[in-house]
């Protein structure tokens, strides 16, 4: 992936104002959903597409600590387990009351091994229709340069940032990140420019 051809990082600014305008329109509780898989799991638009219920909950029914993300679901084997964000997990939970309540009315069967991200026609959701999603999300928000890709690098650059803080190393953000090398968990990392200035007068 060219370096002037990645999907723009978000601002903190940016997601509250995606949530806000989620919260809005239609299927909101799904596209919050949608939404918060990228921006808090890392996850790519197949992996959305792909995720199904038994990824995750836990052994009684309900939305666990992590997302286990197979290799089918993922990009070659990049399959991974991911801890579960406490704002995804609550998410979630609102969706999976909606998902069972609409299953119930149409008299269909429990949906533990179902896809998580369906529409009002299909149980299931192909990727590209996810991409289609935040093309349209962004577009109404003016967001330049933003695809369904930037809540994947602003996930990943948020994790580099702060992973010295809870002890960990750049090898911790590579392995929720799925990727096979450093290498290219460094090229999805943005830099800040303030932080590079403050860094440079330690030295």
């Not at 596209?31 to 038994?54: D, H, Q």
């Not at 949906?111 to 009002?120: A, G, K, V």
Request: hydrophobic share 35%; charged share 25%; aromatic share 4%.
């Amino acid at each position: 992936m060219a370096q002037g051809k990645q999907a723009k990082v978000l601002t903190n600014a940016q997601v509250q104002a995606m949530l806000r305008h989620l919260e809005t329109g239609r299927n909101s509780e799904r596209n919050i959903v949608i939404f918060l898989l990228t921006m808090k799991a890392g996850l790519r638009a197949k992996e959305v597409a792909g995720l199904r219920w038994t990824s995750v909950l836990n052994s009684s029914g309900e939305v666990g600590d992590h997302i286990e993300l197979t290799d089918k679901t993922s990009k070659g084997r990049s399959g991974r387990i991911i801890p579960m964000n406490r704002d995804l997990r609550k998410a979630l939970g609102v969706w999976m009351s909606v998902c069972s309540e609409k299953r119930q009315r149409r008299g269909a069967l429990p949906f533990p091994d179902r896809s998580i991200i369906c529409t009002e026609r299909s149980d299931s959701t192909p990727a590209q229709v996810i991409v289609n999603m935040f093309h349209r999300w962004y577009r109404d928000l003016g967001f330049v340069g933003a695809s369904s890709h930037s809540g994947r690098r602003t996930f990943i650059t948020n994790a580099a940032k702060k992973v010295v803080q809870v002890g960990g190393s750049l090898r911790d953000v590579q392995e929720l990140a799925g990727h096979s090398s450093l290498t290219m968990t460094q090229r999805y990392i943005e830099g800040d420019t303030d932080a590079k200035k403050r860094l440079v007068q330690l030295i």
